[in-house]
């Protein structure tokens, strides 16, 4: 056999068996690895959750009582969802500081339909109406974002000034005091005696965890969040899967936004949802989520968000001002992206 021949003949089998075993092997490990510290993310989570747990039934009075399980459950309710929909933009590499308007004008509309349309039609368009705006809201985020090239920063600070700003023009400016049970059971309704709107949460929760790891659109998100142009060319639709995103951060928001004014049986546009934006950031930071895209963690956002709240409860029961609270949530956040820089 010449030298020339010996060139041109392909490689043997063996070798290209011994190739692709490689790569399935380095795809495997890096996969077990992707796993492992997730694992690990989460169990850090779970530790200090467990560590303040522990800390108040030893120094706060009267942190066992079901009182107080119940209060801390459902002021934990909106950070929660409103935090779903954050982990889904974050993990496309955006966020979206607007949820707080969102909240406002669909906490702003409610009232207005069933208190002015009599019987059930008014409490049923109260539920769909007030959430298709704040969708509506999301689906002018994402078109900036996706159509227009707008930074996500930029272009959700457009509705976070301008959106409570609608809400007040709706409302003209007036606070919107209500009684309607009907409606009011969202927030205040239980079921077996746990609190519906606790319910509602874990269900979301369920939910969303099933679709980011399960669903086609979970897998193209992660994707689009880790190398938008690599997914682009490989055929995924990520100015689809960023505006779906974006509507969906928005709807959840809204829906919050009716669970906060049926639980105050009011409605101001003023409040309702103010600064429900660092707390979602943070509830996603800390729950292991990379503010950089590509994860999407909705379990530890409930944890993260359950953090939170715990440290919000712990220092109000010591006596230190809630306004405190917020820059340990500040602090929390750096804390939780040094972490985040530090693993990768």
């Known amino acids: ?38 694992r690990i993310t989460i169990q850090r989570e779970v530790i200090v959750l467990l560590a303040m747990l522990i ?15 119940n209060v801390n459950m459902t002021q934990v309710v909106t950070i929660v969802i409103v935090g779903i929909g954050m982990t889904l933009v974050v993990a496309t590499g955006g966020i979206d500081l607007s949820v707080g308007a969102s909240m406002a004008i669909s906490g702003a509309l409610a009232p207005m339909l069933f208190m002015n349309i009599p019987g059930p039609g008014g409490i ?35 509705l976070f000034i301008a ?15 209500f009684d309607n049970p009907t409606f009011q059971w969202i927030a205040l309704g239980k079921v077996a005696g746990v609190p519906f709107q606790v319910l509602l949460m874990l269900a979301l929760v369920g939910l969303f965890v099933w679709v980011v790891r399960k669903t086609l659109f979970g897998q193209y998100l992660l994707i689009t969040g880790g190398n938008e142009k690599a997914a682009y060319l490989c055929g995924v639709p990520t100015h689809r899967v960023k505006l779906i995103a974006y509507t969906i951060c928005a ?13 105050n049986s009011s409605s101001d546009a ?7 934006e660092l707390d979602a950031i943070a509830a996603v930071a800390v729950g292991g989520t990379a503010l950089t895209g590509g994860k999407a963690y909705i379990g530890g956002t409930l944890i993260g968000a359950l953090i939170i709240q715990l440290l ?25 992206v040094y972490v985040q820089r530090r693993q990768r």
């Open 1 to 38: 056999m010449t030298l020339k021949s010996l060139r041109n003949e392909p490689a043997p089998p063996v070798a290209a068996s011994a190739v692709s075993s490689a790569a399935s092997a380095s795809a495997s490990s890096s996969e077990a690895v992707a796993k492992k510290r997730h």
């Open 55 to 69: 800390f108040n039934l030893l120094f706060t009075p009267h942190f066992w009582s079901l009182q107080t399980f």
């Open 124 to 158: 049923a368009l109260a539920f769909v109406l007030p959430v298709i705006a704040a969708a509506a809201c999301g689906v002018f985020n994402g078109l900036l974002v996706t159509r227009l090239s707008v930074q996500p920063i930029v272009a959700t600070l457009v």
């Open 163 to 177: 959106g409570r700003g609608i809400a007040q023009v709706v409302t003209d400016g007036s606070l919107q005091a």
């Open 251 to 263: 709807a959840l928001a809204g829906l919050a936004g009716l669970i906060s004014i049926s639980v």
């Open 270 to 276: 003023n409040v309702v949802g103010l600064g429900i």
């Open 312 to 336: 919000r409860y712990t220092l109000l029961a010591h006596g230190i001002p809630d306004a405190a609270a917020l820059v340990v949530k500040a602090g929390i956040i750096v804390a939780a």
